[in-house]
């Protein structure tokens, strides 16, 4: 059983819309949530770390987190096409730093 | 300030061959961590380095790969010899330290292996 779930997409919206992007964890134990983006060939680059139920917001993007449905999701505001990506969620233990990663949702922004 | 320096970029060998990855953490970071990725899968921890110990490798197949971080800077992990499943990339990332809020992970760009 896989222990962070995402849609693998794609999830495709308009440029200017707002994308959601949600992520479910099986470890009540979990602590600490992170999102990734990752573009096509490269590596995983990080975008928002979230320790605390409710949001997190760092320009276009939000963070939320809700530890009694173990359920994380970040929000893009102003999807632009340059956002197209796959997006990772990953969680940590509160013991461990070993980060489990979700399959991750690849994004398209059309114009 | 800068990233996680990997090398090489790319590698291509064939079966029963050696391979060695080398990657240099972030200045000031503690914890290196090795990361197998497959094509539409996340990462998957290798090996996890607190200085130069390894504190987590239950995901090493250890019959065939090796790591070692001398002076807890940089670090190698090795495969001997090379299996056709092994084709992946190899993901190094680094933290500042594994607690609370410094857990925040930066990954380098990844070596690209293909086992032929």
């Known amino acids: 059983q896989k222990e962070v779930e995402q849609n693998s997409g794609p999830l495709s919206v308009p440029e200017g819309a707002i994308a959601s992007l949600n992520c479910t964890y099986s470890d009540r134990g979990s602590q600490s949530f992170f999102w990734y983006r990752q573009y096509s060939g490269k590596s995983p680059e990080l975008i928002m770390s979230i320790y605390s139920n409710g949001d997190k917001e760092d320009g276009r993007f939000t963070a939320q987190l809700n530890k009694a449905s173990q359920y994380v999701s970040l929000l893009i505001r102003d999807s632009q096409p340059s956002d197209s990506a796959t997006y990772l969620c990953a969680a940590a233990t509160e013991n461990t730093d070993k980060l489990i990663f979700g399959t991750g949702t690849r994004l398209q922004v059309f114009p | 300030e800068a990233g996680v320096v990997q090398s090489p970029r790319y590698k291509i060998i064939e079966k029963k061959q050696p391979v060695a990855f080398w990657c240099n953490p972030i200045s000031g970071h503690n914890t290196l961590y090795w990361y197998l990725q497959n094509l539409g899968q996340g990462p998957e921890l290798l090996i996890r380095y607190e200085n130069e110990e390894a504190v987590d490798d239950s995901q090493l197949p250890k019959d065939r790969f090796s790591a070692e971080r001398l002076k807890g800077v940089d670090s190698t992990l090795k495969i001997q010899p090379a299996e056709l499943g092994d084709s992946a990339v190899y993901l190094c990332?680094?933290?500042?330290?594994?607690?609370?809020?410094?857990?925040?992970?930066?990954f380098g760009p990844g070596t690209r292996l293909t086992v032929l």
């Open positions: 990332a680094s933290s500042l330290d594994w607690r609370g809020s410094y857990n925040e992970q930066f």
